[in-house]
């Protein structure tokens, strides 16, 4: 008798290695990750590309005497604190008005102590950029709700610094003193190369960008300095705008999942790792609003939290004094061995810059071991905010616009 037949279980595909997408996954991950990097590239196109348009305004010699008047306008401490805030959201870069501040100090129309709120105005007014990028994020609450906590973190770091540290120093000259005695002692180094290289790789990129819209509107249209600048501003708005939106769908999905645990692992492991990258990423690039505008989508999209973004903002804070730092030692370097008058210039300059540093150094000291404060002030904001979305704009216009303007008017009635 035959033994019946045993029926073959149909054939079964084996299911791919665990850990390893298949290789129609992995292509969709490069390619997402192609997308994102195209779009970091726009992204820091469009706001380099808006810093150079409102910076073109503002030397026409109109704007110049406009601000003259403002600066002016700046001898109450007060005063001083919202010229800077006013003047850097105004023109998208703190290094313009600190740059400014310096040439008024070294040329003798400005002290010291009239120069220190100013600086720390400017710190306040250069987060108006990453507070704006937030707002990309304005349909979707969650989103927004992270993004916009991510953002005004750094808001809330800066105006808490300026709390505690104006009254210190309208009072005891806590910023001003040491950053005199800071410039005494290394004002002459040797060390310093009175001829430094500038190279900065990622404005090296963008800056075809930037004289291709100067070539375009006013070479070939013809448009005065002044509406060039200002169209050159809201291309790069519109850039700014649509980088955003690549990147943020791009952040979604498989692409945020990897990039969260890559962070977590790496870059933002812990708070001195990510205040080491914060620093030296803005020193390389020159630029806060950058650094700290490119962890905003991250942000809204989960791959980073506002604890981890944190202290690279305290690091970005201080990376972006490094520049001016070097330029300035470097200036009194070459100033050594010209007469007093010079010297005393270039003395002034590097004090402001020194007195920058200091302010970022000693809110970092305080607030970096309290920073629930303003992690939990910001997050708090963001969550008010998601509901009644129009106080995020209320909140720009009037923190970085009305308010100083206002004091302004008050003080100098």
């Not at 045993?6 to 290789?23: F, K, M, S």
């Not at 706001?47 to 010699?61: Q, S, Y």
């Amino acid at each position: 008798m035959s033994q019946p037949q045993q029926v073959q279980p149909p054939h079964q595909a084996e299911p791919p290695a665990l850990g390893r997408p298949p290789a129609a996954g992995r292509a969709k991950a490069y390619a997402q990750g192609l997308t994102a990097l195209l779009a970091v590239y726009l992204f820091i196109a469009a706001i380099n590309l808006m810093g150079h348009g409102l910076k073109t305004v503002a030397k026409v010699p109109q704007s110049k005497a406009h601000l003259d008047k403002a600066f002016a306008l700046a001898e109450h401490p007060l005063a001083g604190l919202c010229v800077g805030v006013l003047i850097t959201s105004l023109v998208q870069s703190s290094s313009f008005t600190t740059s400014f501040t310096v040439g008024l100090v070294a040329a003798g129309q400005m002290s010291l102590a009239t120069a220190i709120p100013i600086v720390m105005g400017a710190n306040i007014g250069t987060s108006v950029t990453n507070t704006l990028v937030s707002l990309v994020h304005l349909r979707r609450r969650g989103e927004f709700r992270r993004s916009l906590g991510g953002a005004i973190v750094h808001d809330f770091f800066n105006v808490l610094a300026v709390m505690v540290l104006l009254p210190l120093e309208v009072g005891f000259g806590l910023i001003s003193r040491p950053a005199k005695a800071l410039a005494g002692w290394l004002g002459g180094a040797a060390f310093f190369t009175p001829h430094p290289r500038k190279f900065n790789l990622v404005k090296q990129a963008v800056v075809p960008l930037a004289r291709g819209c100067d070539a375009l509107l006013q070479g070939w249209l013809g448009l005065s300095k002044t509406v060039a600048g200002a169209a050159t501003a809201v291309l790069a708005v519109a850039l700014l705008l649509v980088a955003l939106v690549i990147l943020v769908k791009m952040l979604q999905g498989l692409l945020r999942d990897r990039l969260s645990g890559l962070f977590s692992r790496t870059l933002f492991r812990n708070g001195a790792t990510a205040f080491v990258v914060g620093l030296l990423t803005t020193a390389a690039i020159q630029s806060s609003s950058v650094t700290t505008s490119l962890v905003v989508p991250l942000v809204g999209a989960g791959v980073l939290t506002l604890p981890q973004i944190f202290p690279y903002t305290l690091g970005a804070n201080i990376g972006t004094t490094v520049t001016a730092i070097l330029a300035a030692l470097a200036a009194a370097a070459l100033a050594a061995s010209a007469g007093p008058a010079v010297q005393a210039a270039a003395g002034a300059g590097l004090a402001v810059a020194f007195g920058h540093l200091l302010f970022n150094v000693f809110g970092t000291c305080i607030f970096w071991p309290a920073k629930w404060i303003p992690i939990s002030l910001a997050s708090g904001f963001a969550k008010r905010a998601a509901k009644r979305r129009l106080l995020a704009a209320a909140y720009i216009l009037v923190i970085f616009f009305v308010l100083p303007i206002v004091v302004i008017v008050l003080v100098n009635r």
